[in-house]
């Protein structure tokens, strides 16, 4: 089973839509929970963290985690041309290492 | 707004060679990483380094790669005879606390010939 799994898309929403981006990790023990996007060349930028069961809001982002059913997801709402990325989940497990999944291609069509 | 940098953009270097990749994370951060990524796949964690020692470190992380910071605010990573399947790009890291959100540099990518 992999470490961090998330669907590879890619994923086509219409302008104005809501995205939603989906990632579950297996070691139950995980602490800490992250997005980040990734234009194409570029590196990895945070957009959320979060760390505790429930929602988080961040402008036009939400992350939502499940620790019982060891689900993160990120809703973008309102999505725009410039979302068209690929969006990592991230996990930070008990000892202080990051495992990322593989991505997930987002494309927002005009 | 505070940033990492990392140095050189681009490395070019001969299978064998070493190369040394540097980084200046943010100034009052104390926890750096090093992650790299190969074309077209994940990100994998490399080696977590605080309090001037390696705290954590992954499979990956074998004898051929060191890190080391020599100096308040140069963090280096070392491979020490390269191979072909170290063609990567190399991302540093660094947050201001263990649990903290990671900020990433803009990446070196190696190239081994």
């Known amino acids: 089973q992999k470490e961090v799994e998330q669907n590879s898309g890619p994923l086509s929403v219409p302008e104005g839509a809501i995205a939603s981006l989906n990632c579950t990790y297996s070691?139950?023990?995980?602490?800490?929970f992250f997005w980040y996007r990734q234009y194409s060349g570029k590196s990895p930028e945070l957009i959320m963290s979060?760390?505790?069961?429930g929602d988080k809001e961040d402008g036009r982002f939400t992350a939502q985690l499940n620790k019982a059913s060891q689900y993160v997801s990120l809703l973008i709402r309102d999505s725009q041309p410039s979302d068209s990325a690929t969006y990592l989940c991230?996990?930070?497990?008990?000892?202080?290492?990051?495992?990322f999944g593989a991505g997930t291609r987002l494309t927002v069509k005009p | 707004e505070p940033e990492v940098t990392q140095t050189p953009s681009h490395q070019v270097t001969q299978m064998g060679q070493e190369v040394i990749l540097r980084c200046v994370p943010i100034s009052n951060h104390l926890y750096f990483y090093w992650y790299r990524q190969i074309l077209g796949q994940k990100v994998e964690f490399l080696v977590s380094f605080y309090n001037n020692e390696i705290s954590e470190k992954s499979e990956i992380f074998d004898d051929q790669f060191s890190v080391e910071r020599p100096d308040g605010s140069n963090f280096t990573l070392k491979i020490r005879s390269t191979k072909l399947e170290d063609s990567a790009m190399y991302f540093c890291?660094?947050?201001?606390?263990?649990?903290?959100?990671?900020?990433f540099g803009p990446g070196t990518r190696l190239t081994v010939l």
């Open positions: 979060i760390y505790s069961n």
């Open positions: 070691d139950r023990g995980s602490q800490s």
């Open positions: 890291a660094s947050s201001d606390d263990l649990a903290g959100e990671q900020f």
């Open positions: 991230a996990v930070r497990r008990n000892n202080n290492d990051m495992r």
